[in-house]
């Protein structure tokens, strides 16, 4: 069997100058499922897909307030997230005991990549299995944020984690300059829903049960909707899009021909696609 | 077992011999504490807000006691690019808590990398408020009365004060120590009412300072001519600060001097 000598620990470069056991807390994002951040300047939104360990049980939840200007959407493992959520929530409490002002979104994710990165270098410890989407209002404005296990930390107009995100990637990239020039939060939902669903596998849908949107911006704390409250928004999807089985998926209204014109994007990212439902498939400890 | 309630609790005689009364009452050991009175102190720290801005100034002497023994004391500190903090009261304590300002402007700085100027008066004035409050509650606190001028997050003049006790007001002027009895009064004369500071002009709020720190240096024993005035200014969206140091205090007269009785030995 194929052992590889150089990923017993973290703080071991293989000779090609990999870090594996970053690299694998890395696909261990892959097997959460997938969350979608997108931004227009004003406004944040954060949409998940929620998942049930066995059909009697509840959903893992997705997505987590951390202040009133402030949340995270997760993929991965579910507790490393609620402990860097924990801690998020700490520093803001900080930040408004000590200093009367609301956490800086950057200061926020720049702190837990801090954090993550100490991970990567102290023998006999594990980075964290899990990615984070981080969205915030703040004096500076609107602002999403990737955070990743290595560390690293950058700021995205639209970005995607967890099982599938290649799709969901996919469809922000087609539709980037309508989400930048959205005024409405309604927009943005609907766009972000949009990018989710491409991430569904054939047999699956959106439904109030596995959907979880939040949002935040100017004039609007950080809101999350659950259950009920996603019906709103699964309606706006069907009104203003076709359902996602038709034969022609043309779910961007304003473009058209590229929808079926794109069978070379579609082509290169299938096989992987299928290759991270099958491994979601495999390990049900992450969300 | 001694059932008296009065022994209650203690350590029954048999075994350990009489109570220690001393211990209950062990006023004479507590440990000598130092640090729990000043001993170089600085003196008054006045500042006016005006229309579009905010005046602070305070001297340059280091008293210990009534021995004026040091006149190079800078008791205004800058934080960040448009805060200014003001200390009167202990000077070791006051260097504490600029060495204390100086790493919270570089921790801001670490985070800020894309440089927006986030830390304001406001924010300075609510750590130090909480820095001075914590350390009372120590019992060992610093001894030191603070005076925060700088700009709100809308760009109006800031003006607060936070003393040892963790005490804080804010007011259109301020003033810390005897300031607070003889210049708050000679300021307010020019804007009785809070809310009026937008009548005052730049131009005036200097004189004012200017003057009340003449009166502070004749009738304050523990004051010095030489010090140093700040004044921030929000002008074209910009803010402007004029930092100054060794000015002189102007037009003295101590004509008055020669009729004055009633101090040290007697006159004829």
């Given at each position: 069997?194929?052992?590889?000598?150089?990923?017993?620990?973290?703080?071991?470069?293989?000779?090609?100058?990999r870090?594996?056991?970053?690299?694998?807390?890395?696909?261990?994002?892959?097997?959460?499922s997938?969350?979608?951040?997108?931004t227009?300047?004003?406004?944040?939104?954060?949409?998940?897909?929620?998942?049930?360990?066995?059909?009697?049980?509840?959903?893992?939840?997705?997505?987590?307030?951390?202040?009133d200007?402030?949340?995270?959407?997760?993929?991965?493992l579910a507790?490393?997230?609620?402990?860097?959520?924990?801690?998020?929530?700490?520093?803001?409490?900080?930040?408004?005991l000590?200093f009367?002002?609301?956490?800086?979104?950057?200061?926020?994710?720049?702190?837990?990549?801090?954090?993550a990165?100490?991970?990567?270098?102290?023998y006999?410890?594990r980075?964290?299995?899990?990615?984070?989407?981080?969205a915030?209002?703040?004096?500076?404005?609107?602002?999403?944020?990737?955070?990743?296990?290595?560390?690293?930390?950058?700021?995205?107009?639209?970005?995607?984690?967890?099982?599938?995100?290649q799709?969901?990637?996919?469809?922000?990239?087609?539709?980037?300059?309508?989400?930048?020039?959205?005024?409405?939060?309604?927009e943005?939902?609907?766009?972000?829903?949009?990018?989710?669903?491409?991430?569904?596998?054939?047999?699956?849908?959106?439904t109030?049960?596995?959907?979880?949107?939040?949002f935040?911006?100017?004039?609007?704390?950080f809101?999350?909707?659950?259950?009920?409250?996603v019906?709103?928004?699964?309606?706006?999807?069907?009104?203003?899009?076709?359902?996602?089985?038709?034969?022609?998926?043309d779910e961007d209204?304003?473009?058209?021909?590229?929808a079926?014109?794109?069978a070379?994007a579609?082509?290169?990212t299938?096989?992987?696609l299928?290759q991270?439902?099958?491994?979601?498939?495999?390990?049900m400890?992450?969300? | 077992?001694?059932?008296?309630?009065?022994?209650?609790?203690?350590?029954?005689?048999?075994?350990?011999?009489?109570y220690?009364?001393?211990?209950?009452?062990?006023?004479?050991?507590?440990?000598?504490?130092?640090t729990?009175?000043?001993?170089i102190?600085?003196?008054?720290?006045?500042?006016?807000?005006?229309?579009?801005g905010?005046?602070?100034?305070?001297?340059?002497m280091?008293?210990?006691?009534?021995?004026?023994?040091?006149?190079?004391?800078?008791?205004?500190?800058?934080v960040?690019?448009?805060?200014?903090?003001?200390?009167?009261?202990?000077?070791?304590?006051?260097?504490?808590?600029?060495?204390?300002?100086?790493?919270?402007q570089?921790?801001?700085?670490v985070?800020d990398?894309?440089g927006?100027?986030?830390?304001?008066?406001?924010?300075v004035?609510?750590?130090?408020?909480?820095?001075?409050?914590?350390?009372?509650?120590?019992?060992?606190?610093?001894?030191?009365?603070?005076?925060v001028?700088?700009?709100?997050?809308?760009?109006?003049?800031f003006?607060?004060?936070?003393?040892?006790?963790?005490?804080?007001?804010?007011?259109?002027?301020?003033?810390?120590?005897?300031?607070?009895?003889l210049?708050?009064?000679?300021?307010?004369?020019?804007?009785?009412?809070?809310?009026?500071?937008?009548?005052?002009?730049?131009?005036?709020?200097?004189v004012?300072?200017?003057?009340?720190l003449?009166?502070l240096?004749y009738?304050?024993?523990?004051?010095?001519?030489?010090?140093?005035?700040?004044?921030?200014?929000?002008?074209?969206?910009?803010?402007?600060?004029d930092?100054?140091?060794?000015?002189?205090?102007e037009?003295?007269?101590?004509?008055?001097?020669?009729?004055?009785?009633?101090?040290?030995?007697?006159q004829?």
């Amino acid at each position: 069997m194929f052992r590889n000598n150089y990923d017993n620990d973290s703080v071991t470069y293989s000779p090609t100058g990999r870090l594996f056991q970053v690299e694998y807390a890395l696909e261990a994002i892959k097997q959460g499922s997938a969350a979608v951040g997108i931004t227009s300047g004003s406004h944040v939104v954060l949409v998940a897909l929620k998942r049930n360990a066995e059909e009697l049980g509840s959903y893992q939840k997705k997505i987590i307030k951390v202040d009133d200007h402030m949340g995270i959407a997760l993929a991965g493992l579910a507790p490393d997230a609620r402990v860097l959520s924990n801690y998020l929530r700490k520093l803001a409490m900080n930040s408004k005991l000590v200093f009367n002002r609301p956490l800086l979104t950057s200061k926020a994710v720049l702190s837990i990549a801090d954090k993550a990165q100490e991970n990567t270098q102290l023998y006999g410890s594990r980075p964290y299995g899990v990615g984070l989407l981080v969205a915030g209002w703040d004096e500076t404005g609107a602002h999403l944020y990737e955070f990743q296990p290595s560390g690293s930390v950058l700021e995205y107009n639209g970005a995607a984690i967890g099982a599938r995100s290649q799709a969901a990637r996919t469809y922000l990239e087609r539709n980037l300059d309508a989400i930048r020039s959205c005024t409405e939060i309604e927009e943005l939902v609907v766009h972000g829903l949009n990018a989710l669903r491409d991430t569904l596998s054939q047999d699956m849908e959106l439904t109030i049960q596995n959907t979880s949107v939040s949002f935040v911006g100017k004039d609007k704390d950080f809101t999350i909707h659950d259950n009920e409250d996603v019906q709103q928004w699964l309606d706006k999807l069907d009104s203003t899009s076709n359902d996602k089985n038709n034969a022609n998926d043309d779910e961007d209204d304003d473009n058209d021909e590229p929808a079926e014109g794109t069978a070379t994007a579609a082509d290169s990212t299938q096989p992987e696609l299928t290759q991270e439902g099958a491994a979601a498939d495999d390990n049900m400890e992450t969300d | 077992m001694n059932h008296d309630p009065f022994y209650w609790g203690r350590p029954s005689d048999e075994t350990y011999g009489h109570y220690n009364h001393a211990i209950a009452n062990a006023k004479s050991q507590i440990p000598t504490s130092h640090t729990q009175q000043p001993i170089i102190t600085g003196t008054s720290v006045l500042a006016l807000k005006f229309k579009n801005g905010v005046a602070i100034a305070a001297d340059n002497m280091g008293s210990y006691g009534s021995l004026l023994r040091f006149n190079n004391i800078e008791r205004l500190i800058r934080v960040g690019t448009e805060t200014i903090v003001g200390i009167s009261g202990d000077i070791s304590d006051l260097q504490y808590i600029e060495r204390l300002l100086h790493q919270l402007q570089t921790e801001e700085e670490v985070y800020d990398s894309d440089g927006g100027h986030n830390l304001r008066a406001p924010h300075v004035h609510e750590y130090l408020s909480r820095v001075m409050y914590n350390r009372r509650l120590k019992m060992d606190p610093l001894w030191n009365a603070i005076i925060v001028a700088g700009f709100s997050d809308d760009r109006t003049p800031f003006l607060r004060y936070v003393d040892l006790l963790g005490v804080t007001y804010g007011s259109l002027a301020l003033a810390t120590g005897f300031g607070a009895h003889l210049a708050v009064p000679l300021l307010r004369k020019l804007v009785p009412y809070d809310a009026d500071y937008e009548k005052v002009s730049e131009e005036q709020a200097r004189v004012a300072i200017a003057d009340s720190l003449r009166v502070l240096y004749y009738r304050d024993a523990r004051s010095s001519d030489k010090y140093t005035f700040a004044v921030l200014t929000f002008e074209n969206d910009k803010i402007n600060v004029d930092y100054k140091q060794d000015l002189k205090v102007e037009n003295q007269s101590w004509r008055f001097a020669e009729n004055l009785i009633g101090y040290g030995s007697k006159q004829q």
